[in-house]
């Protein structure tokens, strides 16, 4: 452990004790940790947690994400990136589009491809299970994390199936594992603000929890840096943490930090990058059920998510290659970073990088060396504007 603890905030005393002593935090903690202006002290605990569990190691992987519609019923006050189907802009991919998309991120070396969309008003659920199969069948060692617990619960609703049932479909026609998006703050309060139409925070749960039951694992995030109060994301970590004792579903917890630009909010001013370490440390600290603690780059700026590697995080997410729900809200990162460039990030951080699959295996590109990049499929038409639907499905 590098370094000595140093205290300067009185409250941080007992429970630096606690966190020393391995023991569980209390939301009262939470609060006090958030409240603290030690940012310092309270990164030390994050990194000394972080530490115990993973040493030197940090994360990444190589991922393609894919959004195959921008199209969305929803309407998020938070969200630049859904549109109604008739605006310029609005967009669906037709899925020989997607296997096109999908192909290029395998010649690129992809182990996982991230799909996740819009709410469509007019796409059946047949559409998203034929675009899983048609992953699967065509790319069956690439590991796939598709539709949040929003979509899930989307797709229930208009197929008329239990949740269950929508999941053991997924998961029937190739769905691997699914991401932690969707989430936000629990608390009612604030979803009605900026995610009126959304599912519950109690629902959002409950599709995890039965996600996790039928053997398909999932990611947690955190949207912060908007009009949550800080107990009111305590109580967003201490209800994933209750839900991580019930079912150890959940592989990463991701705190995303909120972008306004070309948002319902954009009058916000969105978080400071003293409020994105402390989100990270918090996070680690409360989080004693979940193994990683993931700093998305794309969000959080290379820079910060650097930073970020030495206050309780292990992970820096992926290549992703194409981002599209950060971009529209004004996001300055690139859309993409190789491999090299998250090495090298990690490395100046004093971190020892491994790539590593979704389920956190290390690759081994000894073993499993890039696919030549001419094996990239053909060009296929760019995407489907709303205007001129046309769907193989
Ligand atoms: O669900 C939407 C958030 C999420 C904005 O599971 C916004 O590995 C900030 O969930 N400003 C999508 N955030 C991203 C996501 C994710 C990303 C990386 C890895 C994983 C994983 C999951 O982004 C949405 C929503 O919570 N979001 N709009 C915005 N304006």
Redesign the pocket.
């Known amino acids: 452990m590098p370094g000595k603890l140093r205290i300067t905030d009185a409250r941080l005393e007992p429970i630096a004790g606690r966190v020393l002593a391995g023991q569980r935090l209390s939301a009262d903690d939470g609060l006090a940790l958030f409240q603290s202006h030690d940012l310092l002290a309270v990164g030390w605990l994050a990194n000394h947690v972080r530490e115990k569990r993973h040493g030197n190691v940090t994360y990444y992987n190589v991922n393609r994400?894919i959004n195959p519609t921008n199209v969305c019923v929803a309407h998020?006050k938070?969200?630049?990136?859904g549109r109604s189907p008739d605006v310029p802009g609005a967009y669906t991919f037709a899925l020989d589009e997607i296997y096109h998309r999908a192909a290029q991120g395998l010649a690129e070396g992809a182990t996982e491809f991230?799909i996740?969309g819009g709410l469509h008003p007019d796409l059946p659920f047949a559409y998203y299970l034929d675009l899983i199969r048609g992953l699967k069948q065509r790319f069956p060692q690439v590991h796939l994390?598709a539709f949040?617990m929003?979509e899930v619960g989307y797709y229930a609703r208009i197929s008329r199936m239990s949740i269950r049932d929508t999941l053991l479909a997924m998961k029937d026609a190739g769905v691997d594992s699914?991401?932690?998006?969707?989430?936000?703050i629990f608390h009612p309060r604030v979803r009605k603000i900026i995610c009126d139409h959304k599912v519950s925070g109690q629902m959002w749960l409950q599709i995890a929890r039965t996600a996790h039951e039928i053997g398909l694992p999932?990611?947690?995030?955190m949207?912060y840096?908007?009009v949550e109060t800080p107990e009111e994301r305590v109580d967003h970590l201490i209800q994933l943490r209750g839900t991580q004792d019930q079912t150890h579903g959940f592989v990463?917890f991701?705190p995303?930090?909120?972008?306004?630009?070309?948002?319902g909010?954009a009058h916000l001013p969105?978080p400071t990058g003293i409020d994105d370490l402390k989100t990270i440390a918090v996070s680690r600290l409360l989080l004693d059920n979940f193994d990683h603690i993931?700093a998305?780059w794309?969000?959080l700026t290379p820079r910060i998510a650097q930073i970020a590697l030495q206050f309780g995080a292990n992970d820096l997410?992926?290549t992703?290659v194409e981002e599209k729900?950060?971009h529209?809200?004004?996001?300055t990162t690139p859309e993409h970073l190789t491999r090299a460039e998250l090495e090298r990030l990690i490395r100046a951080a004093g971190r020892v990088p491994v790539e590593r699959d979704t389920r956190y295996n290390p690759v081994d590109r000894e073993k499993n060396p890039f696919p030549a990049k001419a094996a990239a499929s053909q060009r296929t038409d760019t995407f489907i504007p709303e205007t001129s639907l046309t769907l193989n499905i």
């Not at 999932?218 to 995030?221: D, E, K, R």
């Not at 529209?328 to 996001?331: C, L, Q």
Request: charged fraction near 10%; aromatic fraction near 8%.
């Open positions: 994400h998020c938070l969200c630049a990136f991230h996740v994390k949040t929003v699914l991401p932690g998006g969707g989430a936000e999932s990611n947690a995030t949207l840096g908007h990463t991701i995303l930090a909120f972008h306004p630009a070309n948002t909010l969105g993931k998305y794309v969000m997410d992926g992703v729900i950060y529209d809200a004004g996001a």
